[in-house]
Structures are given as structure tokens and as C-alpha cells.
């Protein structure tokens, strides 16, 4: 199969997926990352150094992060601030490098994959489509989609009561209730996930709630199957959210 071939063999087969920062100081480095990764990553923001990418992760998240090991400390520095930060701790995080010492460097911070200079848009898509699956992942688990279904609920040896599920993720569920619900206190929730088979008795704890009884819970404890049809179920719904956004952005 020729390059080109391959590359439209890639594209057509992976949805846009996540946010990307380039941290690099080389202007054609930049320029080769983000245009031959436009049609794989959502979108991407540039920055120069650490402090700038300490900067811009502590107000977006991003999944997948190229880093120009040309920076050296810099470079090693950036890695521990998106190692550091909450939101990107798990991000996919490759490094670009131009000779062995570069690369010693990289695997010795943990990036997970490797990118060789000079850049092409091939090489590119390649280890693209190597993290295409952490970067879904990652991904997956801050994925909310939104519903609208009936729960019940009960709190210790209290009566059960109804409320509404609104949105769920892997981890949680943000419901309305029909009175206030405290942070911090534990509670068991039956549900199901409407137009599937799907059903969920789960034990929460209250993280958030509001003066319109809204409340986002976080899952404590659930039985393993709930949790592999749950994620299973997210998983198709990012993704057809992902190729709709794909298919919209090729209009």
C-alpha cells in the first residue's frame, strides 16, 4: 500500500479524539505536528516552554501531548507538570527527538511513545494511530453523556425515593433530586439506562450539590458486569458522538 494510501486508510477508520498541546519552541515543528495531525486530534494549542505549559494545562485539559526534547530541562520539567496535574496525569504524552541522547531522556521521564525528527506527516499518523486507543481511554473516562432517566434511592435505613438521572460517566452520575443531598454522605441508587438492557444499582458518595437539588455522585461501589456494560456502552457513545463531530467538521 503507498503513503498516501495509508494515510487516508487512517483516517478513515479513526474519529477526530482529544485536545493536544505542542510544547515546543521550533516554529516548523509546530506546523508539521498540527497540520499532520488535524485530522486526528480535535484540536491543538502551542507553547514554548514549561511555564507556559504549566499555564495552559492548569486551564484546559488536554489528552495527548507532543514535547519537543530539544527543550531538555524544559522538556523534563513540562513532563512533571502534566504528570502533576490532575487532568493530565494520564495523558498520552509523546516526545519528539532528534538523536539517542534525546530519547535516553524521554524514556527516562516516561513519556509513552517516541516520535523521530525530521517530521512527516506519515510518521506522525503512525504513532497516532498507536496511541489512538490510550488517547479514546482517557478520554472515555471524562465523557459524560447526557440522559434522562428514573432513579431511586436510599439512604441508610431511610425510605427509598425517586429522582432523575440527567448525565453518567465511567465514574459517576449527575442526578436531580426532590430534596437537598450534603456532600459527603453515601447513598445506594438503582437505575437504568434507557433504550438498553442496561442496569445499574450502584453505592455513591455525594461530591456536589446545588439549591436546585442537583447533585453529582461519585461511584463508590458497583458489580463488575454493571461496570463492563457501563463502559462498554460509554465507549460506543463517545465514539459516535467522535465520528459525528468528524463527519460535521468535514462539511
Known sequence: MKTDERSRSLHATLANVGRGLVVTKNSSIRKIVQDGTSNIILS????????SCLAAISQ????????D????????LAVEHLRNTPSTQNAVLIGIVSNAQHARRA?????????QEPLSTTNLQKVMGAAYGLVLRERR???RCYVEAPLTASRGSEPVWRGRLTNISENGVCITAPFHLPPGENMNIRTRIPATQIKLSAECEVLW?????????RFIGIPDTEREELQHWLTDQLDAALRSRNSLHQL
Do not use: M, Q
Open 44 to 51: 491543538s494549542e502551542a507553547c514554548s516552554d514549561a511555564s
Open 60 to 67: 484546559r485539559k488536554f489528552e495527548i501531548v507532543f514535547i
Open 69 to 76: 526534547f530539544a527543550l531538555e530541562h524544559e522538556a523534563e
Open 107 to 115: 524514556f527516562a521521564t516516561g513519556v509513552t511513545f517516541l516520535v
Open 141 to 143: 473516562r471524562y465523557f
Open 209 to 217: 450539590s446545588d439549591k436546585a437539588n442537583r447533585a453529582g455522585l
